[in-house]
């Protein structure tokens, strides 16, 4: 379409009808910024549900390796004491590990490297229970008991799949975590898109406003001046101006043609009052309905104006709220970011402390072994002492019996034979009570030492479950930050679209201050007109002036 055809297509318009195109034009380049960033926040909502599952994954390999320290607690328990109740957790941690390698093949079940990962680690998890199952089965048996068990776990067996367990939950947690990067650079990504499309967006539309506008402003402006013009030269007397040349269709364009006519209509009717002033009173009649139409057209022009400036007005107020509700907004996320800094450096901390209890703990089981391993060494030199009174008694009775067969020689000898009998049974007496204290202190140090263990396995899943908590805030913060950046990058776009609106709803002002002045004008000369027919017998000399 080439410059003349696409003139005289706008030329065809109403002022109505080039008012709406530039609204419709800016709003569609509004709903397009709004289709995009809303593509993008869809996109920024499933990758976050992505990086969600990613740490359920991981969450959930540490749960298995977990499980299997539980399990193999709970044997250890077991080989020591030989008491049911320590087996509690080794039935618990294999119910849950099989409940949480359920669970890891349902999460990764999109993804065919975790599956062939899992497929290698369910036999090793396996293998690793069967393993516990048989120490406990032979600590069970009486005829092989503690022994026999104890051979079998230094074989190092479990140690082996234990170690193997590790390596395969460490790559599938490695994978995790590049996936979790991935991810993350991913809704940055989109975040970025976002900003970049509103920013963008936002130019674009209001230099299109304000092209728009100032094409319309012109376009009103500058013809309505030409006829105010030619119609204050008529006012002064003159209509020899030139004809206006206004080749649009709209309201401002028919307004042209009715002053060409009334012109025309005022040349003619001067020199028919100069031939014939009889026919004052039928050309007053015409240039009363010319200037009633021409009344009648300003003021709906009027009208419109009116309505696009309230629009103006209320689009203005909007902007408004939003760049208020973007301030209040951006506000509370570096209230978060500041919050997630302080949150950082308390699980730090946290980390710090738990890592000291964890050695306490440890010095602790060391010394609860070594205090064990001398109770042990109290209970045979009891049995010694025991074994002793057993012989003391036995040569004891030998003596009374001596003693007794000797006569009254032996009976000296039969007194200290008492005594040594009576000495032995209260040795013997002494090491029951000694080896029943021993017992005693033997269960308690076996409870300990599980119960140490049990402290030591829940302060490295503290400390785990800390590490995992630093990260998610790490990550909350910095999506915080870039959140704060974009909406401080709105709040401008805001502005700027603001003043732009204001600037276009003062234009509207004009242009209808300017649609007033010209009603008032044809408004007066209406009047004007209405008293010709009064005057008419001063006609012959008002006419004279006029220059035709």
Not at 143 to 163: N, P, S
Request: aromatic share 4%; net charge negative; proline share 0%.
């Amino acid at each position: 379409m080439n410059y003349s055809a696409r003139t005289s297509f706008w030329n065809r318009l109403t002022v109505g009808t080039k008012i709406g195109t530039g609204f419709a034009v800016a709003l569609a380049a509004i709903a397009v910024i709004g289709a995009v960033s809303y593509r993008s926040t869809v996109k920024l909502t499933e990758t976050a549900d992505w990086v969600d599952h990613s740490h359920k994954v991981v969450e959930s390999l540490e749960g298995v390796l977990s499980d299997l320290k539980d399990a193999e607690t709970g044997q250890r328990g077991y080989l020591l004491t030989g008491d049911d109740h320590y087996l509690e957790p080794y039935l618990a941690g294999t119910t849950a590990a099989h409940q949480n390698t359920a669970d890891l093949r349902k999460l990764t079940e999109d993804n065919a490297s975790q599956q062939r990962r899992l497929d290698a680690l369910e036999p090793l998890i396996e293998s690793k229970f069967s393993e516990l199952k048989e120490t406990i089965e032979l600590r069970k048996d009486e005829t092989k008991g503690f022994e026999a068990a104890l051979k079998v776990v230094k074989t190092d067996v479990g140690k082996k799949i234990m170690d193997d367990v590790r390596k395969v939950i460490s790559d599938m947690e490695n994978e995790e975590k590049s996936l979790l990067k991935r991810r993350s650079e991913e809704a940055r990504a989109s975040a970025q898109n976002t900003i970049n499309t509103i920013v963008i967006g936002s130019a674009v539309s209001f230099a299109l406003l304000s092209l728009i506008g100032f094409l319309i402003t012109r376009n009103i402006a500058n013809r309505l001046g030409r006829i105010t013009g030619a119609a204050e030269r008529i006012g002064k007397g003159d209509l020899r101006g030139e004809r206006l040349d206004d080749a649009s269709r709209d309201e401002i364009g028919q307004l042209a043609d009715v002053f060409n006519n009334m012109v025309l209509s005022l040349k003619n009717l001067t020199g028919q009052i100069l031939s014939v002033t009889g026919n004052v009173n039928s050309a007053a009649q015409e240039i009363m309905a010319s200037t009633q139409q021409q009344a009648s057209s300003t003021k709906e022009q009027a009208a419109t104006v009116q309505e696009i400036t309230s629009t103006m007005q209320e689009i203005t107020q909007s902007g408004s709220e939003i760049g208020d509700r973007a301030k209040q907004v951006a506000a509370a996320a570096e209230a978060t970011s500041v919050a997630s800094r302080s949150g950082v450096q308390a699980v730090q901390d946290t980390n710090r402390t738990m890592e000291a209890i964890r050695e306490q703990v440890e010095e602790v089981a060391e010394k609860i072994v070594a205090l064990s391993q001398k109770t042990q060494a109290i209970g045979e030199i009891v049995s010694t002492v025991n074994d002793i009174a057993e012989q003391s008694n036995l040569l004891a009775l030998n003596a009374t019996i001596e003693a007794a067969a000797a006569g009254d020689q032996g009976s000296r000898f039969s007194v200290v034979a008492n005594e040594m009998k009576h000495l032995a049974d209260r040795a013997k007496e002494c090491t029951v009570q000694v080896r029943t204290i021993l017992g005693d202190i033997q269960k308690g140090i076996n409870s300990s030492v599980m119960l140490t263990e049990e402290g030591v396995k829940r302060v490295e899943v503290g400390k785990q479950q800390a590490g995992v908590t630093e990260r998610t805030i790490n990550d909350m913060n910095s999506t915080t930050v870039e959140s704060v950046k974009a909406f401080q990058q709105i709040i401008g776009a805001s502005n700027q679209q603001q003043i732009g609106f204001e600037q276009v709803t003062q234009g509207m002002r004009d242009i209808r201050q300017a649609a007033e002045q010209t009603a008032t004008g044809t408004s007066q000369l209406e009047k004007a007109v209405s008293n010709l027919n009064a005057l008419s017998h001063q006609l012959r000399a008002a006419v004279e002036q006029y220059q035709i």
